[in-house]
């Protein structure tokens, strides 16, 4: 894959490039940020702090949805900090969903971005994390520390210095647009009175959670247009009905599970799709723009996703399999194979987060990509290979039915939800000009 060169002029129009080298350009002939000469390109800022967030999210986890709204605004703080020196992309910022004016590069100084999104890559993780442990501060501490120790090879102290002090920029003013999406919304969840609608679910009966969630900002304004998949199957006890039918089909799976079935039930955790993205760019070893636009559009797409999501699930309030197949099929020892999320049955979190994630990376990587997928936080567990992000999805959908928690509907039509969640956000998310 062709390198890109990662620092640029900001009001430069073209710049030329050798093969592995950056142009030397006097600050006395032009007025933008100048570039430094001869540097190798590296998508190392990129990949060795997405491997930093996904041992964060490991030591601190929190619901998908959560976690998701991570990992966008700890994307748009790598793009916004490292775009200036991105020839042939453009900032971003402009079309998010509510983003003030964000600080800009001097056109006196020198700059090298790769620093620039180090400092603001370990700026935004020591604060998105709420409750941070001082040992994983100390983490984030030391990566910093041992980029910026190469960058110091062959920098200038005040190109790095002018570089730091952008980044942290940079990263303050994505943390203070992310203060104000709503996600701190804690009003308590009522459940509905009646039969058909959610109820706390064994084994932990716990209140429901995300009630707010489908009222957080999301990061593209209208990225859930037309993705909304109306309302589910009719809830009905009648044996005869297509809602008894779908209950009855997910019971009877539950019965006969394979071997295969129940690996995939339990293979599927929170920030899998991260750690795809993680072996994906080892792989490929693609370069800094192309890395750091995957880093950033599949957080956006997935937090996007999520948010919608949540808003139907208030909608329509939909009981949980292991509700109905206790109660009303009258098997009261019957339970899923992992513990249900506590938080309405209809759409499924999983198909929509796994399907908008699916449609951003196959527009990075391609339609029919093949990998083998190392499992993220699952010790014991084999590598599992698929042919496309999209069949990657669907397992990951599926994989909520053989668990006993999504009904096979559900799943179904929510990864066409997911799916044009995925491409609203390329749609109107535009890296290039």
């Known amino acids: 894959m062709k390198n890109l060169t990662f620092l640029k002029r900001v009001r430069q129009s073209a710049i030329g490039l050798a093969a592995c080298t950056m142009l030397t350009i006097s600050c006395t002939d032009h007025d933008g940020p100048q570039i430094p000469a001869e540097q190798p390109v590296s998508s190392e800022v990129v990949t060795s702090w997405l491997t930093m967030q996904l041992k964060i999210a490991q030591v601190m986890p929190a619901s998908p949805p959560v976690t998701a709204r991570r990992w966008a605004y700890s994307g748009v703080t790598l793009w916004e900090s490292l775009q200036p020196g991105l020839p042939g992309y453009q900032s971003i910022a402009p079309q998010l969903n509510g983003l003030p004016a964000l600080p800009q590069p001097s056109g006196s100084l020198h700059y090298y971005f790769p620093a620039s999104a180090n400092a603001a890559l370990a700026a935004i993780n020591r604060v998105i994390h709420p409750g941070i442990s001082a040992a994983t501060l100390a983490r984030i501490d030391s990566l910093e520390a041992a980029n910026l120790a190469k960058y110091q090879a062959h920098q200038q102290p005040e190109v790095l210095a002018n570089s730091i002090d952008f980044g942290k920029?940079?990263?303050?003013?994505?943390?203070?647009?992310?203060?104000?999406?709503?996600?701190?919304?804690?009003?308590?969840?009522?459940?509905?009175s009646g039969p058909s609608y959610w109820k706390p679910t064994p084994p932990a009966f716990a209140p429901a959670i995300l009630f707010n969630w489908g009222k957080v900002r999301t990061m593209v304004a209208n990225s859930d247009a037309g993705a909304e998949q109306g309302a589910p199957t009719p809830y009905s006890e009648d044996p005869a009905s297509a809602y008894y039918k779908q209950v009855?089909?997910?019971?009877?799976?539950?019965?006969?599970?394979?071997?295969?079935?129940?690996?995939?039930?339990?293979y599927w955790p929170d920030n899998s799709w991260h750690n795809i993205l993680s072996q994906v760019l080892a792989a490929e070893k693609p370069g800094l723009a192309v890395a750091a636009k995957a880093f950033t559009q599949l957080g956006i797409a997935m937090s996007d996703g999520a948010i919608s999501l949540c808003k139907g699930k208030y909608v329509y309030h939909g009981v949980r399999p292991v509700t109905y197949i206790r109660?009303?099929?009258?098997?009261?020892?019957?339970?899923?194979?992992?513990?249900?999320?506590?938080?309405?049955?209809?759409?499924?979190?999983?198909?929509?987060?796994?399907?908008?994630?699916?449609?951003?990376?196959?527009?990075?990587?391609?339609?029919?990509?093949?990998?083998?997928?190392?499992?993220?936080?699952?010790?014991?567990?084999?590598?599992?290979?698929?042919?496309?992000?999209?069949?990657?999805a669907?397992?990951?959908?599926?994989?909520?039915?053989?668990?006993?928690?999504?009904?096979?509907?559900?799943?179904?039509?929510?990864?066409l939800h997911g799916k044009i969640v995925g491409q609203n956000v390329i749609g109107k998310l535009k890296f290039k000009p």
């Not at 940079?170 to 009522?190: C, H, L, R």
């Not at 509907?409 to 929510?414: I, R």
Request: charge should be negative; include cysteine.
């Open 394 to 415: 669907a397992e990951a959908a599926v994989s909520r039915v053989y668990a006993g928690i999504h009904f096979r509907k559900t799943c179904e039509v929510s990864l």
């Open 169 to 192: 920029k940079i990263a303050a003013a994505v943390f203070e647009w992310s203060k104000t999406d709503g996600y701190d919304n804690v009003t308590p969840y009522t459940p509905l």
């Open 327 to 392: 109660t009303v099929m009258n098997h009261p020892d019957w339970n899923t194979v992992i513990a249900t999320p506590p938080h309405p049955e209809y759409p499924s979190g999983h198909s929509v987060m796994s399907a908008a994630a699916a449609e951003v990376l196959t527009q990075t990587f391609g339609q029919n990509y093949h990998y083998t997928d190392k499992p993220y936080n699952l010790p014991g567990f084999a590598p599992r290979t698929y042919d496309s992000f999209e069949k990657a």
């Open 248 to 266: 009855e089909e997910l019971y009877n799976i539950s019965q006969s599970l394979t071997q295969e079935q129940r690996t995939i039930a339990t």
